[in-house]
C-alpha cells in the first residue's frame, strides 16, 4: 500500500503562482503513472495533469501552457501553476499507478489517492 501526500495548496490572487508537492510512501516499487486532479464544489474530479514514468506528459486543455507536471524521482511529484484564474480554484489530490500504460488525460482509474490540498485563486 502507497500513502500519498500534498502539500503547497493556499490562496492566491489571480495571475499568481502556486507549486504543489506530492510524495509516496511505503512500499518499495515505484508509481510509473503519477497525476494530479482537481475537484471544485458541484463538479466532477477531473484529471489535469499526468506524468509516465518516461517523463511523458499530457495536459488538460484548461490549464494548458498554464501548468507544468514533473517529477524528480519514482515518488514525488510536483504541479507547477502560473497565471492561476478563479476557475482554477478546487480541491487538487495526488494520484498514482502502478501502471504507466494510458497515463494521460482520461484516465480516472488510479491505484492510489491523496488526501488533497485545496486551492483558492481570488479575482
Known amino acids: 500500500q502507497v500513502q500519498l501526500v500534498e502539500s503547497g495548496g493556499g490562496s492566491v490572487q489571480a495571475g499568481g503562482s502556486l507549486r504543489l508537492s506530492c510524495s509516496a510512501f511505503g512500499g518499495g516499487d515505484s508509481v510509473p503513472c503519477m497525476a494530479w486532479f482537481r475537484q471544485a464544489p458541484g463538479k466532477e474530479r477531473e484529471g489535469v495533469a499526468y506524468i509516465d514514468s518516461d517523463g511523458s506528459t499530457t495536459y488538460a486543455d484548461s490549464v494548458k501552457g498554464r501548468f507544468t507536471i514533473s517529477r524528480d524521482n519514482a515518488k514525488n511529484v510536483y504541479l507547477q501553476m502560473n497565471s492561476l484564474k478563479p476557475e482554477d480554484t478546487a480541491m487538487y489530490y495526488c494520484?498514482?499507478?502502478?501502471?504507466?500504460?494510458?497515463?494521460?488525460?482520461?484516465?480516472?482509474?488510479?491505484?492510489?489517492w491523496g488526501k488533497g490540498t485545496l486551492v483558492t485563486i481570488s479575482s
Open positions: 494520484a498514482a499507478d502502478r501502471y504507466t500504460w494510458l497515463c494521460s488525460v482520461g484516465r480516472e482509474v488510479m491505484d492510489y
